[in-house]
């Protein structure tokens, strides 16, 4: 197996830059979409992904939670990632040329004040990464790209103007996905454990489910429901629970929610990202 290690994107996007610097040792491989990526690590041409599930501005990555359940991959780390949108023209533009900005529609909307604060119009592209590229390759002066430092030096464009998010602490959170969990014991720091249930059709089933995770003191930062099998009846969960299943308080939890649920995926226990402190 190479040393792969999959996103979606172009070069030059956001996960590719979060592949650079959390997993350096590592070659970034490009993929057309989530799907393909995950794809790549289950058929082994990448050892891993790396994935965005979340942004602080622009809420979830929603295609993640589908694709999770039925992906057959396990959670082996998370980083958050400060997201720093830079407005990249071709050689020789000015700030006052810029009329339009394409971007992906979510950079598009963590950018949103300051594009009309400056008068320039955003226009959707599939990727932040692609805008660049295209830009570059049309060589327009008056139509710019919302992308990364990183997207920049790859495809040759000036920053006219930097760090245009509209919020200070605009952060994505991502996940590394791989064929296997890897094996975290309780003494090795603060951890997370991620999992997906689907409860039991009963009356308050939620409540009774989760009423563990109460009743022995345990943080659960994330939980996301999405329909399953097309339809409104059958719900499916995706939790983020801070804390170790080997500990006391979380093997009851987890016992409660097993008794409640039809279903309940492990997709890993992992280290807790420094950020969560903050």
Do not use: W
Request: net charge neutral; hydrophobic share 45%; charged share 20%.
């Amino acid at each position: 197996m190479t040393n792969l290690i999959a996103f979606q994107g172009e070069a030059g996007a956001y996960s590719h830059l979060a592949c650079s610097k959390y997993h350096p040792d590592m070659e970034a491989l490009p993929c057309a979409s989530f799907q393909a990526a995950f794809t790549a690590v289950k058929t082994g041409k990448a050892k891993a992904a790396m994935i965005p599930v979340e942004n602080t501005l622009a809420g979830r990555v929603s295609d993640i939670y589908h694709l999770l359940p039925e992906g057959d991959l396990f959670i082996t780390a998370e980083h958050y990632l400060p997201i720093r949108h830079q407005l990249l023209g071709v050689k020789g533009a000015k700030l006052s040329d810029i009329k339009i900005a394409r971007s992906h529609a979510m950079a598009l909307g963590q950018v949103r004040k300051n594009l009309m604060k400056l008068g320039i119009a955003p226009m959707e592209d599939i990727d932040t990464a692609g805008a660049a590229n295209k830009v570059a390759m049309r060589e327009d002066k008056t139509i710019a790209a919302v992308a990364s430092t990183l997207a920049a030096e790859l495809y040759d464009l000036d920053i006219l103007k930097a760090d245009i998010e509209d919020e200070p602490h605009n952060t994505t959170r991502f996940l590394t996905l791989a064929p296997k969990p890897i094996a975290r014991t309780q003494s090795e720091g603060p951890c997370v454990t991620s999992f997906i249930f689907k409860v039991r059709n009963v009356p308050s089933a939620l409540y009774k489910a989760l009423g563990g995770f109460a009743t022995n003191g345990l943080n659960m930062t994330k939980l996301e429901s999405y329909m399953v099998g097309g339809s409104f009846r059958a719900t499916q969960f995706y939790a983020d629970v801070e804390g170790h299943p080997g500990d006391a308080g979380m093997k009851y939890a987890l016992e409660e929610l097993q008794f409640f649920s039809e279903k309940v995926v492990m997709l890993g226990t992992y280290a807790a990202d420094k950020a969560r402190e903050a």
